[in-house]
């Protein structure tokens, strides 16, 4: 049966794309030499003391010169932004690589070719599935981005009257992307937040890991990508109504999450902690008694590598969401970002040391995720020095949870994605409301006035963040519950025990990971 | 005789650099500050409304803050710009450490050694020969690129007439980067283009893998980044003939082609098939009766990351190839490549699935390789819902292609190269003929109006890249093929049958791949 | 006794961190929407034929518009310069990923996750060195870059006299990133000078690399960022006396060293050498007779793959030191950087191929380091074909220094750190010293004209090199020694010969690196 589906699937892409150029609406608008986006408009809405559309007009008569220039003025300004944002999110799509080597070091070598494998077609799966709905679904009422030069084509957001306010809950413009949304502005955002969704996509496969089939995982990748994540952060970053929750009710600036500790990393945590819990223990993970065995990952430079490969991505993840290389906050942006990771594998390392005896370097690696996990909700928002504290408890609660949820909720997380993304998520969420220090964010989710915490004096911002954690946890974690349960009716969610025993290599995909190597069975 | 051509060599490369201040014509222009490049010229010559050179004449006694001003504009102008293809260029270059993993995992690990050092010398030896006369025969005559401020300083090409034509062949100017070409400007050309030929060089070094001497492999080296590839580039970016086509005979905008699937791809892949051909077979990979051995990659993991390292920099070569961050064009190359990149893992992976029962993922991460090859040259001039059905036809054509090659044509290709680069490269110049889209291009080569493919209702587009294939083909074959048979007389191409058998490593590259590690001999 | 100190620093940590926003000084000053930095004043200031301030004010009456406009030229420029800083930072922070994997390959399986470890606790423990007191050291008193619209606020450097002339020895403005610095410009001077400064403290983790305990280790991370580098960069980029050499006593531009051939490759290579002499062999490097074993490298193709990651992010470390991308000079430097890294590949292979018989891949692979050290200094200021040869001449001096390192000195240096990185390091500073060539640094260190070495004409510059070459090596060796020597009394340097014998992994980072490959005894 599942041959079938594939095969239907296939044609159906087939088809359907074959088909695009008709179906997609108006014909291509030209743009012929790339020069259409950026002009004096673009200086007009910039915001260091320029001037008004309407003085422009009045001097064009005066200064003819001022006035032309003005529009190479304002094409340069949005080139800035667009390479910037590219930039960006190029390193974003790196962390692709990150993702498949830390959680294939993290675990067994049986299962390497498939952690591995996973890894990279969540890429490709997630992007067709974020091409198909997902994008238009998360941003198809969001306006686009002013910063870059436009994209107020996505105009088109399904809103519901509740208590006579507006709640958006979807966007419905820019399916396939069409002909009516092909423009660099559009697609520029497009691959910005197709990076983004698809880290969230990559975090499951980490606690999941070492017994999940491939037909489910296909299945999975399409779900998530297409529904899951494109709602919630449609309600966050699209104008939805957890972006509202400021402009509607007075809740500071409405949920903020400048680069994603909620809408990328929540999910993605919450969602591994639905398949975890869907999926169960690996073989051998917990003993008659309900102990637990230690299973250490089988290659810790790969791992290790990944890690610091990920560190290196989260740059353009964070300083990448002011979505403008003019914002020059990226500055701020970016120290804080560094600064929070290393104290989070400080502290990681300093907690095993002290409580162990000796320094556990992967738990160190993950403290080193778990600080930029939450530092990316506040990163804009708060001092260099809060950044240190923020990585720094991140740390600590790493090794609190990782050691919580395998010997209290006895649940199997082989690489710790639960305690990195999840729990260092929510804590970012609530950094930001604690220690927002008032310098940056006007305007933001149409709010006046500078972002601020409960420190600095604002308690409704902290609000609106216990709110947005409510609802990530609350729908991320039903939603993947369900679609775990049902879809495993349908497509069998995990690999038979023989073949968790022998890995999952060649079974599943068609590889061994190390055909050559001698692997040492005492550690399967 | 080895040792003494090699010392002959050495000592001519120290004589002629020791002596290069002094052959290398002027003396050195001042650039005291950086600043000397991106006037008011350059904003004379931007694309958006910019005043003319007279208009600014006239203005400067109206005008002279505006006049004064419009010197910074342009000096930004060309950083946005430079700054852009230098990134680029920097992604493009990581690409070496991508290909050096991929085909060092997809082959064996007695070999380990030698494949990775034949991808890291390449580099070395690559740059040199393109410093030496490469650049100079490719670029010479291009008149350089007005985006980044200058570059007329490559001025000569040589060009024979026929027909009443002028058919240009390559350029004479900018061996060794003497002083004559000494500038910002030409040194960001010569980067950009030296990791685009080098993507090429580094390209036979998988079809050729586990069995090439190294003495041979330095002579290839050179051979093709001073000669081969400079020539057939030259008449594709460097002004040459084929770039001509259309202003000198009407067939569209003459061969075009954006990133390189010709120029780079069909290049390295063609050469990987002379090569293969010319080398023969590994030992053990056609039995008797002429049926294929499987040889699996000793490495999936490493060869998987390779691949995503070659994913993300190929950003860089694709999107970089505007030469411009102000052409606002380059957020549609770099969404449509990675959707190219999605379409080829998926159906690659689908075609593996449905015709043998399981997703081989390494031919799913050969399948993105592929369908990033494909976009290379329309990834501009297309769109998105395009981009997806291009990169799908190039992960269906890889499957077929590499099992046609091995079964049907019996060339031994351990990783793939031919099928990826060639098959894919001839695959995505047909598909800018089939597809373009008629929404950009104005301009280029000399010819008015949008670049527009056979289904948009121009045909003799098409008919450019199909002489551009053809040329291509018979051009790098011939050429490579007998550079391979006849300097194998001088330098033996393939080592001795005990050394391939006992692994190349040591005898080739004096190093052992993995000298701790307990390899099984049954992979062998 | 360790304990204690760990959780007295822990606490103090926390302590200070906590109260940070209490004595961080002032408040943070707000920036609501990251447009406080660059306006017209960063045009008046712009090198290309920009207005005067004079000009601009008498203007600004007859060109309203023009002025106006001048805000966003200025803040254009300013982000231009920013986004170019931050991704060659963020480039240089890759290297980390780079040295880790290049130094694990080229040690033992059996130390591999020890190896990796303190590769990666380096950037954890040296980011928060450099935040502690570090920066505030090292750039308190540098005024900070105008390149970046700012940072004027770094003000205030120590300093004495003598002979009648300032000597700078730190600044003392800047500790932990208080509110007094908390701006774009600082953060971002911050990020790049901090990845530099973990280059230098991660070098020395090589040539003790596979015996040195983690406790002593993490002393050392903080020692070397807080205090000896910080020290050394203060006299050359931080406006100390080293920099002042050509103003105060007309020795050329004063110390010249473009991106840290000195401040970073020489301070990290010299302290490898004192810590290696300190540490003393690994057992069994030396026989009874004093001549030495080889120890191989585990992972050849982790180690290259390792080198080349440098070699990507070598372009962010000297093309972004020129702090703008408004510089265009970028494109010379980073053609020279590349054209180095090829030569020195290049001469290290050819120099073992003919004196020992083949091409030792690995030594070529340091051979590219070594090209790429030696060019760090003079990058900006010789040509393309002085590059090739500044780099050639390397890497014959790396196959040179490390045979004489553990022949004749009998030293141990298990990756080749002190050859690298020292020796090359220094004569990246005499190549300056000797090639610079009069075309490029006009007003470098306050004085006017363009840099110019011997053979240009200007032995002066080249006296100047050797005081800060002379100067490097007896700071950094003597301070770095009496270190290792007395911190050793209170933590041990070394671990106990069973566990160097057994392997780091488990003893001092509680992961064993390769848990189920068959490690093949007779290499340990």
Redesign the interface.
């Known amino acids: 049966m599942f ?1 079938k589906i ?2 239907a ?2 044609l159906a ?2 088809v359907l ?2 088909t ?2 008709c179906f ?1 609406g108006d014909p ?12 004096a408009a673009d ?1 007009v809405n ?6 008004s559309a309407e ?2 007009e009045k ?1 064009a008569a ?12 304002g ?6 932004n ?3 944002v ?2 960006c ?3 974003v ?2 962390m ?2 990150g993702f ?2 830390a959680e ?1 070091g993290f675990t ?2 049986k299962n ?3 952690t ?2 996973m890894n ?2 969540v ?3 997630g ?2 599935g974020f ?1 198909i709905c997902g994008f238009a679904l998360q941003m198809g009422g969001s306006g686009g981005a002013a910063s ?2 436009g994209g107020g084509v996505l105009d088109s957001e399904f809103v519901i009257n509740l208590f006579g306010k507006d709640f958006g809950l979807f966007g419905t413009k820019g399916f ?4 009516d949304v ?7 955002m ?2 910005f937040q ?1 990076v983004f969704m698809d880290t969230t996509a990559t975090i499951p496969t980490g606690s999941m890991a070492e017994r999940w089939t ?1 037909k489910h995982f296909c299945v999975y990748g399409f779900f998530i990508s297409m529904f899951v994540y494109p709602l919630y952060a449609n309600w966050v970053w699209g104008g939805g109504w957890l972006s509202q929750l400021g402009a509607n009710f007075g809740l500071g600036h409405g949920l903020l999450d400048f680069a994603g500790s909620s809408v990328v990393h929540m999910t993605g945590g919450v969602a591994a902690l639905a398949g975890a819990i869907a999926i169960g223990p690996r073989l051998g993970k917990f003993r008659a008694d309900g102990t637990a065995n230690a299973i ?7 791992a ?2 990944g ?3 990920l ?2 991505g989260w ?2 993840f964070n ?1 990448g969401s ?1 979505l ?9 942006v ?3 970002t ?2 929070a ?3 989070g ?3 990681a ?2 907690y ?3 409580r ?1 005896g ?5 738990m ?2 993950n403290g ?1 995720l778990a600080g930029l996990v939450a530092i990316t909700a506040p990163c804009a928002f708060v ?4 950044s ?2 923020i990585g ?1 408890v991140g740390g600590m609660l790493l090794c609190i949870s990782v050691l919580f949820i395998e010997n209290v909720l006895k649940i199997d997380d082989p690489v710790g994605a639960i305690s990195v993304h999840g729990v260092n998520g929510a804590w970012g969420m609530l950094a930001l409301g604690l220690f927002a ?7 933001v989710n149409g709010v006046k ?2 972002v601020t915490g409960l ?1 600095y004096g604002d308690a409704s911002q902290l609000f609106a963040q216990l709110i947005g954690i409510t609802t990530n946890i609350i729908f991320v974690f039903v939603v993947m519950f369900i679609f775990f349960k049902v879809s495993n009716k349908f497509v069998k969610m995990r690999v038979a025990p023989e073949i968790e025993q022998e890995g999952l ?1 060649m ?14 069975k005492t ?2």
Chains 1, 2, 3 share one sequence.
């Open positions: 041959k594939l095969l699937l296939t892409l087939v794309a074959g695009g150029t997609a291509p608008k030209p743009d012929p030499s790339g020069a259409s986006i950026g002009t200086v910039a915001t260091s003391g320029a001037p003085d422009m001097m005066a200064e003819p010169l001022a006035t032309k220039l003005a529009d190479v003025i094409h340069n300004r949005i080139a800035i667009m390479t910037w590219l930039i999110g190029f390193l799509m790196f692709q690589a498949a080597l294939t067994r070598a390497a070719g498939h591995m494998g990279m077609m890429y490709a799966i992007m067709l091409w870059l030069g396939f992307l069409g002909n092909y423009d660099g502005t559009v697609l520029t497009f691959l197709m491939m250490p990952g089988h290659h810790i430079p790969m290790i590598a890690c610091l490969i560190a290196f740059f353009g300083a002011t403008a290389g003019g914002d020059m906050r990226i500055g701020v970016a120290a804080n560094m600064l990771s290393a104290g594998a400080m502290t390392m300093l095993m040391w002290i162990f000796k320094p556990d370097i992967s160190a690696a080193l001092t260099p020095i809060m240190v504290v720094g220090d008032g310098t940056y964010g006007d305007g006035g500078a420190f290599d079974a599943e995909v068609a590889v061994i990971g190390y055909p050559e190597f001698s692997i040492n550690h399967r």
